[in-house]
């Protein structure tokens, strides 16, 4: 278990809809990063916060937003789901910056778009 | 920008053997990380093991090694003893070590499978 938890575990939804993945850091950890898993983008990085500020933006696209709130937890919302959507999306957080500051990652949540 | 290039999508190693997993990177950063993480089929991400650029010798933890190579840009994993529960996807990453550029950049992976 690394201490990073994320809801729902599954979720299923239909084109066109919008919809909200929580993250729950690391306790003390200040940075949340998102990354999604598809098949044919592979992993990559969506975007990152830290301490309630976004500190990096990778591909993401505009549909998708994402906030950190004070207590650190962070959602990532995803609005006009299309198929190409579905996708694995993980959380990942970490300490804080330094040579060696490893990501810890959640189980993921799983999002189908029929 | 960083890059990572695994080009071994799947490998088959009989159980007990050694296995090494290969990765190069490409960076323009002085200073960054070379991770990799394990994949299993539920799904979950699990760090294996960390080599900073500036470090002189080769990371280990446990049954896994990082074999550096920082003139020839590689980074990889080997796995000593193999079991059938490394039969997984293993991806190796990267990340730069400045503030702003903190992000993890991944390979395509490689599936391992092992056989009894």
């Known amino acids: 278990d690394s201490g990073v938890t994320q809801t729902p575990k599954h979720l299923i939804t239909a084109t066109g809809q919008r919809v909200t993945l929580r993250c729950s850091p690391r306790?003390?950890?200040?940075?949340v990063y998102w990354y999604q898993q598809s098949l044919d983008q592979g992993l990559q990085f969506l975007i990152q916060y830290y301490n309630g500020e976004e500190r990096a933006k990778g591909n993401i696209l505009e549909r998708f937003s994402a906030q950190q709130f004070p207590d650190l937890h962070s959602e990532l919302n995803l609005s006009s789901l299309e198929l190409g959507d579905s996708a694995l999306y993980f959380c990942?957080?970490?300490?804080?910056?330094?040579?060696?500051?490893?990501?810890?990652f959640g189980p993921g949540t799983r999002l189908t778009v029929l | 920008a960083q890059k990572i290039t695994q080009t071994q999508p799947g490998m088959f190693v009989q159980e007990k053997e050694a296995v090494t997993l290969d990765c190069t990177y490409d960076t323009s950063d002085q200073s960054y990380g070379l991770f990799w993480y394990k994949q299993p089929s539920s799904g979950e991400m699990i760090f294996l093991i960390y080599q900073g650029s500036y470090d002189e010798q080769n990371a280990t933890e446990g049954r896994y090694s990082l074999n550096f190579q920082k003139a020839r840009k590689s980074a990889n994993l080997v796995i000593s003893a193999s079991q059938l529960g490394d039969s997984a996807m293993y991806f190796c990453?990267?990340?730069?070590?400045?503030?702003?550029?903190?992000?993890?950049?991944f390979g395509t992976g490689t599936r391992l499978t092992i056989i009894p």
């Open positions: 990453a990267m990340r730069g070590l400045t503030i702003g550029n903190e992000k993890l950049t």
């Open positions: 306790s003390g950890d200040l940075s």
């Open positions: 990942a957080s970490s300490a804080g910056t330094g040579p060696y500051n490893e990501q810890f």
